[in-house]
């Protein structure tokens, strides 16, 4: 940043003009992004380095280096996922995407991260009934919101006389609308992401249960 930038910077700071300082704080977020998401994730990364760093030492125990393959294991694949799990739950895992022919997919997968659990030491995607009610109180919120701004609409068509403040204000409500009319949408998402995760891992643990009576029967 150069100095006409940092007098201009100043200025704004010392003006007193509230709304020219949040712009401003605004805009240096959005430029700084790239940089403050990189840091966070050096300051994430740390464990891993560390772990890393162990590895490499020659002098270190065949117990201690298991220790810490496991731990890098588990770690990259909390990364990777969204998951903690045990090596057990991460092999099935691997092998539910790799016979799921694309239909489940890692960043599918970590967006449903929530509704993995451990149940009687196994990992299972468990949607419960306060899901179910969650999903559908989202569809209505969506419906509910999609209605305002419908209404807004079409009170803003019907006006007798549209002036610029009437239309400014409207557009930010109808905005705004837009904005919060993510959340639901993308929770209903979410829960249909998650059933199909579900039925993947049904579906898996019903071939494995099949293969263990064909290897019993023969």
Known sequence: MD??????????????????????????????????????????????????????LERIS???????EESLDQISFL???????????????????????GDITVL?????????????????????????????????TFVFILYLLGSLITNLALADQVTPSMLLSSG???LFGLAVLVFPVRTMNTFTRALDVRDAFKRYEEKQNANNKEDQGC
Do not use: M, P
């Open 62 to 68: 065949d117990e201690t280096k298991y220790v810490l």
């Open 108 to 140: 599918g997968l970590r967006k449903v991260s929530s509704y993995v659990r451990h149940e009687g030491g196994e990992v299972r995607v468990l949607v419960r009934k306060i899901d179910r009610v969650e999903a559908i109180w989202n569809l209505i």
């Open 3 to 56: 100095v006409t930038s940092i007098s201009t910077v100043l200025e704004v700071i010392t003006s007193g003009d509230w709304t020219s300082i949040a712009i401003l704080i605004v805009f240096v977020c959005l430029a700084q992004a790239r940089r403050i998401i990189d840091s966070f994730d050096y300051i994430r990364d740390r464990k891993i380095r560390s772990i890393s760093g162990l590895l490499d």
């Open 79 to 101: 990364r990777t996922t969204g998951i903690s799990t045990d090596y057990k739950g991460r092999k099935k895992i691997a092998e539910i995407l790799k016979n799921s022919e």
């Open 172 to 174: 930010v409500v109808f």
